[in-house]
């Protein structure tokens, strides 16, 4: 995954995960989406197959929540809209 399409994945969630939060609430969500998008970019500086991206529950919740209210989508909708920018890894 390219590193543009990485920072967007991290700006999205962080952007979901503190919105409409303040005060301790919102540094607190700050602090924990930091912490997971600092994962994020870790793991997928070092993921080559889709297999391997699947096998990480962390990596698959982070990047559905990314693309919106996962719990409006259908399943299969929320897997492809996760899996689509991950078709330039070889399966496997």
């Known amino acids: 995954m390219s590193e543009s399409l990485v920072d967007d994945?991290?700006?999205?969630?962080?952007?979901?995960?503190?919105?409409?939060?303040?005060?301790?609430?919102?540094?607190?969500a700050i602090d924990a989406a930091d912490q997971?998008?600092?994962?994020?970019?870790?793991?997928m500086a070092t993921i080559t197959t889709a297999s391997e991206f699947l096998a990480d529950g962390r990596l698959v919740s982070l990047c559905s929540r990314r693309r919106g209210s996962i719990l409006m989508m259908s399943r299969r909708t929320r897997w492809k809209r996760c899996l689509l920018p991950m078709a330039?890894?070889?399966s496997g």
Do not use: S, V
């Open 88 to 90: 330039q890894l070889k």
């Open 36 to 43: 997971e998008i600092t994962y994020f970019r870790e793991q």
């Open 9 to 28: 994945y991290a700006a999205y969630y962080k952007q979901n995960k503190i919105r409409y939060l303040e005060g301790d609430e919102l540094t607190e």
